[in-house]
């Protein structure tokens, strides 16, 4: 519909599994497509508001109202984790190439770093007028994200683009070098 709220959907890169969150409730479904089997993973406290697959497709990380990340098992649909540090919603996540750093957004507050073999935060990147999306180079070593408010549509979309230093090496050790 029309001025509708937008749901979090995304499909792993193989296409074997897509994963969607309800409009009001806390939970994500996991569905397998050629099975048709259906994962509910559950531990948010408020309306998850967004989704991604590790590169591999072993991991879904999913953001929250309730201001924290949390990483699930794709196979079995176990939680994997918690990641706290964010204040606000929790608006866009992605998983640098090497899937060993995930890059979360808060609601206009910081780009924050995480490493997660260690399941910790490694670098805030202090940007309180960022939201929307975020995307990493192909090396990881640069993050796209998008500048300002999705509702202002005076400038345009290039003008609106901030890309910023990871501090991540090409290898993805999960530990900035800055």
């Known amino acids: 519909p ?8 995304t499909l792993s890169t193989d296409g074997r599994l897509l994963a969607v969150a309800g409009s009001t409730a806390a939970v994500v479904k996991l569905i397998d497509i050629e099975s ?8 948010h406290l408020a309306q ?15 953001g929250s109202v309730d201001a924290t990340l949390r990483l699930w098992d794709t196979a079995t649909g176990a939680p994997q984790g918690v990641l706290r540090g964010h204040v606000q919603d929790v608006n866009c996540v992605a998983y640098a190439p090497g899937g060993k750093t995930l890059a979360s ?37 640069w993050l796209a994200v998008n500048r300002g408010h999705s509702a202002e549509r005076a400038a345009p979309e290039l003008e609106k683009l901030l890309l ?14 800055r």
Request: glycine share 12%; hydrophobic share 40%.
């Open 2 to 9: 029309s001025g509708g709220l937008s749901l979090p959907v």
């Open 36 to 43: 048709r089997a259906v994962l509910s993973l559950e531990g």
């Open 48 to 62: 998850i508001t967004t989704l991604a697959f590790s590169p591999d497709g072993r991991q879904l990380a999913s």
């Open 105 to 141: 957004l808060g609601n206009f507050e910081a780009v924050r770093l995480w490493n997660l073999e260690t399941a910790t935060e490694v670098a805030i990147i202090e940007q309180p007028n960022v939201t929307g999306w975020l995307g990493f180079s192909p090396d990881g070593k």
């Open 164 to 177: 910023m230093p990871t501090g991540l090496e090409t290898s993805e050790p999960g530990v900035p070098t």
